[in-house]
């Protein structure tokens, strides 16, 4: 079996928001929304991007396509770079990738009907006729599970579920090869957020999609995704393979997300050990020197209030940013082989 090609490619991508103070507006700081982010979505999988709200994960979905003038590094889309695109060159590349909204209700056009609102990249991008479009609609529409006769109706007529179907119909119209779900279900009714993840499922079986799922619900990326990204105050402190990651997570961030997530079974959540984070989450305008998580992480050293860990690849397939993980810091007795590791088992057994 051929190894799947690298579709999207992201390298040192930060996206800073300037601050500006006094009477002349000048710039005094900077917001470090997304801060340094590296990974890789292969041809057909589903990347998860998790972490609690305000860590950056929308901002970076959105720098992804170009939604916002990033700051620096590189994105590769199909080997062309979205970074440094002219316009011109970008509006050509908008086709092949896409984003579908976290809220439904506002990012459709209530002026607009549903035809309207799904044929409108139709109108912008291809050269179809009227009638060509009208059909290329009604399949959209039969695609995501929509009857055609709602077609002339607008949005305010539609439940929030059916809102989402016809935010992904508008995003597939264009028979994209990227698409970026910003939290998709998240302003949805949990009894509709299943119907509408399994739909994205069946559509990348048949369409051969690509996917960075963006969501706070780990449950949910545990179903949907095939790696899995942790975010914390603008970059990613680890990146493994779904059932690694989640089944013995290494960096202490993960590990106490992991400890949040419900279990059904009343038996495993009674031993279950939770791993309670002290104080807040820093400023991204005034991150703390060395690691981001030095000031919440139960098992902070020295170095880590002054060394910013290198994001790396600590085992086959798995990236870290974490000193428990280093060689050196293993060598002066304080990493994988007591830290670490220790904190490895407990998971594991907390986990069973």
Do not use: W
């Amino acid at each position: 079996m051929s190894t799947p090609r690298k579709l999207v490619e992201v390298r040192d991508l930060k996206m800073h928001f300037p601050i500006r103070g006094g009477l002349l507006r000048r710039i005094v700081g900077a917001v470090k929304a997304v801060d340094g982010v590296t990974f890789d979505i292969l041809e057909g999988e589903t990347l998860g991007l998790v972490g609690e709200s305000g860590c950056g994960k929308s901002t970076c979905g959105r720098a992804l396509l170009r939604l916002y003038e990033v700051s620096g590094g590189s994105i590769l889309i199909e080997g062309a770079d979205i970074a440094e695109a002219s316009p011109e060159e970008l509006r050509r590349m908008r086709p092949k990738m896409q984003m579908v909204f976290q809220d439904p209700q506002a990012s459709l056009n209530p002026r607009m009907t549903v035809a309207r609102i799904i044929g409108e990249p139709l109108l912008e991008h291809t050269s179809l006729s009227k009638a060509e479009r009208e059909e290329r609609v009604y399949e959209l529409m039969d695609q995501v599970g929509l009857n055609r006769a709602f077609a002339n109706r607008y949005p305010d007529a539609f439940s929030g579920g059916q809102r989402q179907r016809i935010g992904i119909a508008r995003a597939l119209a264009l028979n994209p090869r990227f698409i970026v779900c910003d939290e998709p279900i998240a302003a949805l009714d949990v009894s509709i957020q299943a119907q509408v993840v399994n739909l994205l499922e069946d559509l990348q079986d048949k369409l051969g999609l690509t996917y960075l799922f963006i969501s706070h619900d780990l449950s949910m990326v545990r179903h949907i995704a095939d790696r899995v990204a942790v975010m914390y105050l603008g970059k990613i402190v680890e990146l493994a393979p779904r059932e690694p990651l989640y089944s013995a997570p290494l960096h202490p961030y993960t590990q106490a997300l992991l400890s949040a997530v419900p279990d059904p079974d009343p038996a495993i959540a009674a031993r279950r050990q939770r791993t309670i984070l002290t104080g807040d989450v820093p400023s991204p305008a005034n991150p703390p020197k060395g690691c981001n998580f030095c000031t919440r992480c139960p098992q902070v050293m020295d170095i880590c209030r002054s060394v910013d860990p290198e994001f790396r690849e600590v085992a086959p397939g798995r990236f870290a940013a974490c000193h428990l993980l280093d060689d050196t810091v293993s060598a002066s007795g304080h990493g994988p082989g007591r830290g670490a590791q220790d904190q490895k088992t407990n998971q594991q057994g907390s986990m069973t």
